[in-house]
């Protein structure tokens, strides 16, 4: 890889290279190619980067605990089944999440299921899967009564809030004590759950879950988590006897979405928070449980390219010059949800030199539909294709079919083989559910 691209290195998938022809390649795929072959938006997933995130985690983790893989970040059955295949077990927040998993071979004692506010279909399918519960409000307990039947217990984790926000976005900070998300320590709520747990007659407590936002890229707060988290384990240890065999610290990890983003490796991520639980524990004299960390966008994100075919160019002199596309915030959210950055390349000649400085906009009804603002790329035509690098997590998780658009398609590149593992939605799709 050279000269642009190798100045984008960090947010391309790992077998990222400029091919013979100048065209930018995946997973030894021409990108311009793959349009012309599935068409546009498409998703394009490198699956040796997927296998060396997991990898990262897996290796960092060794036989201290258990990585767990986000599904909602994508939940692609095919894809999920290289995630399983690399010893990650999943974490998934519905019945949905639940199902897919299932669709792609993994068994329920790998799954995990969380969420505020779960449905009575939720816990039953938890159940009915003999998947791991983890209790994010005292409305858990009465479900539990319901779905399972008396003398048996389903395993479960209380999600406890540690009261600690660290610097993301606030719409995807999720540890602090003002959240919809698990049981506020400082409040008394969680020593409560705990209590409750274990009292009741339909719960096997495994222990602890913890989680405290999404895109961190500073790893200090994961840190001061731990400490709170192990003063509430000294504590239900004191007054309840109880001292958890697992502990979760969840995910959150970081990317690099434009070239200036450093976020800690995998390995660092794992370290932090294993030095913060071992030497805590051993301060307050605790049994160390085994730790489990629930990377989801660390995992796909990097895995991930968005390509998108240039339309029509509308140029403001003076002012900005729009680059329309024919995906843009019905397949990728994340910009106009909360400001999130992209890269942009041009995918037949990613080490052009820029000549002009554009603003790349989706196709949908709305003036914020932008999916890069103030880019510089070689000059444009009708037809380019362009690629958006870091773009596997949350984005085809979040799409919708707004403004009557059917979804992308995904495919998954691997030693110049690519295979559809999500086909494009018809318009026949998006008729299905509607009663005519």
């Known amino acids: 890889m050279v000269r642009t691209a190798c100045a984008l290195a960090r947010v391309l998938p790992m077998t990222a290279r400029v091919g013979e022809r100048g065209h930018l390649e995946v997973g030894g795929c021409d990108l311009v190619e793959l349009a012309q072959a599935h068409g546009t938006p498409l998703y394009v997933y490198d699956e040796a980067t997927v296998r060396a995130r997991c990898r990262a985690f897996t290796s960092a983790m060794g036989a201290r605990g258990e990585v767990l893989y986000s599904a909602k970040a994508f939940a692609s059955p095919r894809f999920l089944r290289v995630v399983a295949s690399e010893g990650l077990g999943l974490d998934v927040v519905s019945v949905g999440e639940l199902r897919l998993a299932l669709a792609a071979g993994y068994s329920g004692d790998r799954l995990y299921l969380l969420g505020n506010n779960k449905s009575l279909e939720d816990v039953a399918a938890a159940w009915e899967a003999r998947a791991t519960l983890v209790l994010d409000g005292f409305h858990d ?9 008396a003398g048996h217990r389903l395993r479960c984790q209380v999600r406890v809030s540690p009261g600690v926000r660290p610097e993301t976005h606030r719409f995807i900070a999720t540890g602090q004590l ?3 998300f698990g049981f506020s320590i400082a409040s008394g709520a969680a020593r409560a759950a705990v209590e409750q747990a274990l009292s009741h007659d339909r719960v096997e407590l495994l222990g602890l879950h913890f989680h405290i936002g999404s895109q961190i890229l500073d790893l200090a707060p994961y840190s001061v988590a731990m400490e709170v988290v192990l003063d509430l384990m000294a504590q239900l240890r004191q007054d309840l006897g ?3 065999e697992r502990l979760s610290a969840g995910g959150g990890l970081g990317i690099a979405y434009v070239r200036h983003d450093d976020p800690p490796s995998p390995e660092r991520f794992v370290e932090v928070l294993w030095d913060a639980l071992e030497h805590g524990a051993a301060l307050r004299g605790l049994r160390v449980p085994r ?3 629930e990377p989801g966008r660390a995992i796909a994100g990097p895995a991930g390219v968005a390509l998108y075919t240039v339309g029509s160019i509308k140029e403001i002199p003076g002012l900005r010059t729009y680059v329309a596309v024919d995906g843009g915030m019905g397949d990728n ?8 950055r992209y890269e942009a390349l041009l995918a037949s000649n990613p080490e052009g030199e820029p000549e002009e400085l554009v603003t790349i906009a989706g196709k949908y009804c709305e003036s914020t539909d932008l999916l890069v603002t103030d880019v510089r790329l070689p000059r444009l035509s009708r037809g380019d294709v362009i690629c958006i690098p870091a773009a596997g997590a949350y984005c085809l998780a979040m799409a919708s079919n707004y403004n ?11 030693e110049g083989q690519a295979r559809v593992i999500r086909r494009r939605e018809t318009f026949h799709d998006l008729l299905a559910a509607e009663i005519l």
């Open 141 to 149: 307990f009465d479900l539990l009564q319901r779905v399972v039947p």
């Open 178 to 180: 003002d959240s919809k």
């Open 242 to 244: 109880f001292e958890p």
């Open 291 to 293: 730790l489990a960390v």
């Open 333 to 340: 959210i994340r910009p106009k949800l909360y400001g999130a």
């Open 404 to 414: 009557g658009m059917p979804r992308p398609a995904a495919v998954m590149v691997n």
